[in-house]
């Protein structure tokens, strides 16, 4: 069965960081992108970031930039998203995706259940 | 922001047919990119309903239908069932040299009455 597990969201202070983590199960891992996708409270999904099958190549939207970092570790079958300097803006249920195994197949199948980033004093 | 436009709700009865409509522009959809369609209620992982502008994962029904054309794109429902309340999405790839390259649609509520 195909399985993404997010894990890491929690509360944080503004300007704090956060890691959270995607375990994949039932697809062989190394060959897909993976991605993460949020929403915040009362709006609707956001591409976040991306990164190819290899980790060679990563996309970000511009309001992350510079502060998230998208990561992979394919020998554990794992995701990663770093999130530094963390805006109340960012609150938001974090989903990682998996992409199409090739760079035609633009779609987003499957998902996570989601992990909840608070960021609040 | 989304670059994506869809209408906020959408409503019908049960076995009623309903379509959402995504509109997009000569960057994305008019480009000539796929668009796909999602189902989504808040707090559980979101379903891919339709990729590649047509086609339905196997599990789908066939009551889940989309299209597209020119800068736009829809996706019908008929047979409404009280099951299908949820919010849908629309998704896309966007050439433009700012913002994100994979976009989503504002997002509509069905609701069944």
């Known amino acids: 069965e195909l399985q993404l597990l997010e894990s890491g969201g929690g509360l944080v202070q503004p300007g704090g960081s956060l890691r959270l983590s995607c375990t994949a199960s039932?697809?062989?891992?190394?060959?897909?992108?993976m991605a993460w996708v949020r929403q915040a409270p009362g709006k609707g999904l956001e591409f976040v970031s991306i990164?190819?099958?290899?980790?060679?190549?990563?996309y970000y939207t511009d309001s992350v930039k510079g502060r998230f970092t998208i990561s992979r570790d394919n020998s554990k079958n794992t995701l990663f998203l770093q999130m530094n300097s963390l805006r109340a803006e960012d609150s938001a249920v974090y989903y990682c995706a998996r992409r199409g195994r090739t760079k035609a197949e633009k779609w987003f199948d499957p998902w996570g259940q989601g992990t909840l980033v608070t960021v609040s004093s | 922001q989304s670059v994506l436009t869809q209408p906020p709700s959408v409503s019908g009865a049960p076995g009623q047919r309903v379509t959402i409509s995504c509109a997009g522009s000569?960057?994305?959809?008019?480009?000539?990119?796929?668009v796909h369609w999602y189902r989504h209620l808040p707090g559980t992982a979101p379903k891919l309903l339709i990729y590649r502008n047509i086609n339905r994962p196997s599990g789908v029904p066939d009551r889940f239908s989309a299209s597209k054309s020119g800068t736009s794109a829809a996706l019908a429902i008929t047979g409404l069932q009280a099951e299908d309340e949820a919010d849908y999405y629309c998704q896309s790839y966007d050439s433009s040299l700012s913002g994100s390259p994979y976009v989503f649609g504002t997002g509509t509520k069905v609701t069944v009455l």
């Open positions: 000569s960057s994305n959809i008019g480009a000539g990119y796929d």
């Open positions: 990164i190819t099958n290899t980790g060679g190549t990563t």
């Open positions: 039932g697809f062989p891992f190394s060959s897909y992108g």
